[in-house]
């Protein structure tokens, strides 16, 4: 008997980490050219990005139904002690909708408790490996709930878009919706604010905006970092680069993670970000 830990592909949770961790991953969908793929399931990274730069595809996404989770909890529910489902922010996603009308309607045997994670990509992931690692060692129920619902208002995340027209696109910009329209070399820098992309400068090149970037990270104090994550859409050699440029933590220590085809779909390529998850809650 055990905790299982449950998400959604929009967590980004590489599967070879999810089946380490005992994570089970519910896949969103993504529409190319009327067919429809599971996220990371019938569509790879790869494939997915090379057809976004080079084909220039317009792609479509949708969030898990409920009847994918009832299937889930009730078969982890038949000998689980407690399912804890974590979920990508509602403000972007329904996916926390459908979690919610799933445990309503499960027959697990267990408690479940689904949790917004108020973030999407590598934050979201950091925390659901958090819990993981928790539900692994032992620790019960209530406290693995208690800790990831702490963990929220201990996050900081900046994300440098190359370009916003697949948020606006996509109907996922919220207040970055004024930069719009902007010179085309402005690099807008933004960050996720009650759920929502909100947006806090912009930089007159990349490498300014990179430098943006380091500067945001690099202020932290060493003593106060827990863990610090960074996600890319197509520039891998680009985001170890600046990886290289953090000097307040291992860099050893580093979640690197990638967009996957649904998040890429609204990001678009060029997209890097930074999270930083604090070990006290801002003041």
């Avoid at 994550?229 to 291992?250: A, D, Q």
């Amino acid at each position: 008997m055990a905790l299982k830990i449950v998400t959604d592909s929009l967590s980004d949770i590489p599967a070879e980490l999810a089946k380490q961790l005992d994570i089970t991953v519910v896949p969103l969908y993504i529409v190319i050219d009327d067919k429809s793929y599971r996220d990371r399931i019938d569509i790879t990274d790869d494939e997915f990005y090379h057809r976004l730069v080079h084909d220039k595809i317009r792609a479509s996404t949708s969030q898990p139904s409920p009847s994918d989770f009832i299937e889930v909890y009730d078969k982890l529910g038949e000998y689980a002690d407690g399912i804890i489902s974590i979920h990508a922010t509602s403000g972007m996603s329904g996916t926390v909708n459908s979690a919610e009308h799933a445990k309503s309607q499960s027959t697990a045997k267990c408690p479940i408790a689904v949790i917004d994670s108020q973030m999407i990509a590598v934050p979201f992931e950091m925390i659901v490996i958090a819990a993981a690692k928790m539900a692994k060692a032992g620790c019960p129920f209530q406290e693995v709930v208690d800790t990831v619902k702490g963990m929220l208002s201990r996050i900081h995340i900046l994300a440098l878009f190359d370009t916003l027209e697949y948020l606006a696109r996509g109907g996922r910009i919220g207040k970055a919706r004024s930069l719009v329209g902007s010179l085309l070399n402005i690099k807008p820098l933004l960050t996720i604010k009650d759920g929502i992309f909100t947006p806090v400068s912009q930089a007159r090149s990349k490498p300014k905006a990179k430098e943006r970037l380091l500067e945001f990270v690099n202020s932290f104090d060493t003593n106060n970092i827990e863990s610090i994550g960074v996600t890319y859409s197509t520039n891998r050699e680009e985001i170890l680069e600046l990886i290289n440029g953090i000097s307040v933590f291992p860099t050893e220590q580093i979640t690197i993670s990638r967009l996957g085809p649904v998040i890429g779909s609204h990001t678009g390529p060029g997209l890097m970000a930074i999270a930083v998850i604090t070990r006290d809650s801002p003041t």
